[in-house]
């Protein structure tokens, strides 16, 4: 799947760059010959100019005069008024039919290129205004193309060795982009299969025993409810367990695709806090776990109450499970500075260094809780700390393996644009 994408990346960089390069390059090669003519059109211009001014024009037709011979690819050629050839300086340069063909195909006062003897030349044509010979008619001056031609070939197999060089360097550069670029999506994508992998496998266990345990039911048509109540007791068991590990998937799915939605009030944290702890205390009890409490009063928080209530049911349910009797748990709130500051600490089993910084991960579960076959799908955390970033806080988690946990938090205490949203000050 990569490859493709891969490869459809390094064509489609390839094919920009080499539109780019094709367009720059005409421009360039368009530009150089426009330059090339405009210059040898200056110089016919220019000699033009020259012959005009002459005093005696028929000086001109001195082989040694420095006009003519200074530069061995412009020729002159002189016509009367019938249109026979007089002269051509340097002499002999052209035969008769080549140089009529010079006047044949040229308008007066006007550059063209001519092809002759399988060779191009600009030639200009003018009447003779000049006195001093009124035998000569017009004059024609011929300029040899080759050198142009050769310059403008040679920068078309450059600009063609140059773009080729550049179309095999962008499919190299390309390769090692794309490469790059792929890298956050594998891994996102990966991430996404072990979800769905993960979360097929957590699925898998409460169904099994559910259609096992529904099987068991069939065998005894004859057996009261009373009688199977050991076995419905699992099915349900199992189903809610289900039904909690769905709602969690549900969850974590609709955060990744930002389909969940904060809906933010002030909350009265202290009652809140009491109300969800107040819950506990029934199970703590029959677990011999005592909770301690210092609750600030009055203590507001700006969020959504139902993600907070259960950010604390989240962690409140880890610091019961994870303690053994007789053991304590400790919950904190106050105002910090500008932050509402919470902590839930517990005498439990701690995590191990090794285990601590991956408990925020999905499906993630400390050795220790799998082998004493605590329930839980190791979806608590993670969904914790999506809650915690959708209100701009900040979670930390203190453990000493066999000591206790501590989870702090840290929220902040106005309402914040979504600008400010991250960080809160130091825990
Ligand atoms: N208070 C705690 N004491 C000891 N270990 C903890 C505590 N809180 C979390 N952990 C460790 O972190 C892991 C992840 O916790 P999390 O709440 O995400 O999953 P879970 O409690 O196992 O399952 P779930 O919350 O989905 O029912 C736990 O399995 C446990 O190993
Ligand atoms: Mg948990």
Redesign the pocket.
Known sequence: MFNNTRRRLVILNAAVFLLLLSVLSSLLYVHMRYRLFHDTDEILKQAEHRIQSFHNISELLRSDHPDTQQDERTTYLFWNAQGQLLEQVPKQSFSLGTANQFRDHTDALTVRTVTADKHSYRVLRFPNQNQSSAAIASIGIVRNLEDVKGTLHSLMWDIAAGIIAGVVISIFAGLFLAERALIPIRRSWEKQQRFVADASHELRTPTAIIQAQTELLFRHPAHSIEQESPNIAVILKESKRMGKLVD?LLTLARSDSNQLQIHSSTIALDSLLSEVIDQFRLLAHTKEIEIRTDLHSPLSLWGDEGRIRQLLI?LL???L??TPSSGRIEVTSRYQSNSVYIRIS?S????TED?LPH?FERF???D??RSRT?????????IAQWIVDAHGGIIRVN?KENKG?K?ELLFPRKQRGPAETSGVGRL
């Open positions: 969690d989240i349910d880890n610091a499970k994870f517990d439990g089993c701690g995590i285990e408990i993630y579960r400390g220790k809780v605590q329930a839980g799908t190791g979806l608590g955390l993670s453990s946990t989870v």
